[in-house]
């Protein structure tokens, strides 16, 4: 009966020469590997305007120039890990390079940081994509937990059932984010420089920022800068995912990996920079945001407290019209399927671990489906 019951929910299974026939192509890799890293457009933006606004007005127009800097940094990151791709064809994550070229320790570090921030990713996506179906829908409240439960047991289920499926699961809401916020980007610009849309998101905001001086004594310093920084720059999570799972392309895979890398950088820094001059230029604010630095008596306050930044540049733009649905819908699904680049790298990254006798053997071993279950497992327990 346990063996009927998990055919029926995970399939027949796979013999292990169908391996190289389950690899990814890369059209289905672009969003597998890259929807964390391109999810994070959706919180990555949002946490510079929350930083800057703490030293009010004077820091505000500095979002913009941060988020040039942020997409500097994901060039330069990506084309570090191009070179990692065709060093190390097999694989060559952070603990692979710094173990062959500086030693097991460093490596072990590297390791340890990268399967922490995995755990962390699957927390951190699976939350925000839950915030971004609340903010669309807020009755919905108080199933907050549950939503945030149910989204890892359904990730974790598609992933036990296969890469291939997993990755045809996920191609559509990547996709449709993808297109969708190029649109809102460019519906955005448009209106912005014509002047069809000139009137801010949040009413005196502007006033309000100012009277926050006293909340930072020291007003706008290098460290808040460098604060604000370093919190966009989460919107670089998840770009080491395509240079671990090499393997997991078709051939020619370092070829096919490097290309998907360059696809992902493009789309990634040309989010990030439309979504912080939209967020800027339409003086936005995220709910939890105003009422951190206190900004509840705002009239539109109440309107806005449980939006995030795109869902309210997006009704700005929009309306609450269908594409604000569509929006928020796709941000929701590619926030939650962003925790799939963990699932998929977590397992991998174990798996090498436990061959090189620095983990339990157990995470070397390939399930019934070609994928690492146990590291998929243990991932999703954690």
């Known amino acids: 009966m346990f063996a009927l019951i998990r055919r029926l929910l995970f399939g027949a299974p796979l013999h292990s020469s169908r391996q190289k026939h389950e690899r990814l192509s890369k059209f289905l890799a672009l969003p597998v590997f890259s929807s964390d890293a391109v999810s994070s457009v959706a919180y990555g933006p949002q946490e510079v305007l ?24 994901v060039g330069i990151v990506a084309v570090s890990y191009r070179q990692t791709i065709f060093a190390y064809p097999h694989g060559g994550g952070s603990y692979i390079v710094a173990k062959d070229n500086i030693g097991l320790f460093p490596g072990l570090v ?20 839950i915030d971004a179906f609340i903010a669309a829908y807020p009755s919905y409240d108080l199933w907050r937990v549950d939503l945030c439960i149910l989204a890892i047991a359904i990730v974790a289920f598609a992933n036990l059932r296969g890469l291939r499926e997993s990755g045809a699961l996920f191609a559509g809401p ?10 809102l980007i460019g519906v955005g610009l448009f ?29 706008l ?24 799972g090499v393997p997991a392309f078709k051939p020619p895979e370092s070829k096919n990996a490097a290309a998907t890398m360059l696809y992902m950088a493009v789309i990634l820094a040309t989010l990030v920079l ?12 995220p709910g939890a945001a105003m009422m951190e630095h206190g900004l509840t008596s705002l009239p539109n306050y109440a309107h806005l407290r449980d939006q995030t930044l795109v869902s309210q540049i997006a009704e700005h733009i929009f309306g609450r019209a269908t594409f604000y649905y569509v929006i928020q819908w796709a941000t929701t699904a590619i926030l939650i399927l962003a925790a799939n680049t963990a699932f998929l790298d977590f397992p991998r990254l174990s798996s090498i671990l436990a061959k090189d006798r620095c983990a339990p053997r157990q995470l070397a071993s390939l399930g019934d489906k070609l994928v690492f279950s146990n590291g998929i497992v243990l991932l999703s327990i954690l």
């Open 174 to 183: 990547t996709y449709i984010f993808i297109i969708s916020l190029y649109v």
């Open 110 to 129: 590297a390791a340890a940081s990268i399967l922490t921030d995995y755990v962390l990713t699957v927390a951190v996506s699976i939350a925000a994509g």
């Open 221 to 244: 310093t290098l460290f808040l800068i460098l604060r604000a920084f370093s919190s966009g720059c989460s919107a670089l999570t998840g770009i080491e995912a395509i240079a671990d």
């Open 50 to 73: 929350i930083t800057l606004a703490i030293a009010g007005t004077a820091a505000w127009n500095l979002s913009l120039p941060i988020g040039i800097m942020i997409a500097i940094l």
């Open 191 to 219: 209106k912005w420089f014509t002047g069809a849309l000139n009137t801010p998101i949040v009413s005196g905001l502007d006033e309000a920022l100012k009277a926050t001086g006293p909340a930072f004594p020291h007003g």
């Open 274 to 285: 439309g979504i912080t001059f939209l967020g800027r230029s339409f003086h936005a604010m």
